[in-house]
């Protein structure tokens, strides 16, 4: 007699990260194994992912390719966002123009479900964002609007100061269209990613979380 296979999780869902070799990515990569998911991931530098991503299917690529990008999606029951230049400041257009691709990618597989990542300060006042971050908030504005016009189920995460040492404490507040709190850790912040896939809840709205950590 064979014997029984253990039933799969319930959570197990197909999803498709971008920018999975961030700090936020790497962290969100790492939490969407744990929970059992099928992850898919393209990069275009595949030594950059952590050592321990077995499991993981890698499609080495550019976001800004659409053929790569057809790949990442293809199959997918969701997609996460989290694109970033990270300490590169100066003018792109990137974000938006990679969104741009995973959309026409996900209408042409029917994909509907898709988080992205941008920044609190699209809620600020731009005389008040740091002139340095200026570049990069105007690009993640432009990645909003495809977002908002994609006719998708989008969730658009505005989180605050993303911290490195953070611990996952799954104990954060979201505040739905409305600015949040003033950090999450890049642990929640990928748990939160990872939730927005299994609830509608969050669907077609902008969303700020935020923790409270002990100092």
């Not at 194994?33 to 992912?49: E, K, M, N, W």
């Not at 029917?110 to 809620?123: A, D, E, N, Y």
């Not at 340095?132 to 495809?146: A, C, F, G, N, P």
Request: glycine content about 10%.
């Amino acid at each position: 007699q064979q014997q029984q296979q253990p039933p799969q999780p319930a959570m197990g869902i197909k999803v498709a990260i971008f920018g999975s070799t961030g700090m936020t990515g790497m962290a969100t990569l790492r939490l969407a194994l744990a929970a059992g998911h099928d992850v898919t991931v393209l990069v275009r530098d595949p030594a950059r992912l952590p050592a321990e991503h077995e499991g993981v299917k890698v499609v080495v690529g550019d976001v800004l390719i659409k053929d790569d990008v057809q790949k990442a999606v293809k199959g997918q029951d969701g997609v996460i966002v989290i694109l970033g230049t990270r300490n590169d400041l100066s003018p792109t257009t990137m974000m938006s123009e990679g969104t741009r691709n995973i959309i026409e990618a996900m209408k042409a597989h029917g994909v509907r479900k898709i988080v992205g990542c941008m920044s609190t300060f699209l809620l600020w006042d731009e005389a008040k964002i740091p002139p340095r971050l200026l570049d990069v908030t105007k690009d993640h504005q432009r990645m909003y609007e495809v977002l908002k016009n994609s006719g998708l189920d989008y969730v658009a995460v505005f989180p605050p100061h993303i911290d490195d040492a953070l611990p996952l404490t799954e104990n954060y507040a979201v505040a739905v269209g409305e600015r949040g709190g003033r950090v999450i850790s890049k642990h929640d912040l990928g748990h939160f990613f990872l939730k927005c896939l299994t609830t509608s809840e969050y669907d077609g709205k902008f969303v700020c979380v935020s923790g409270t950590y002990q100092s």
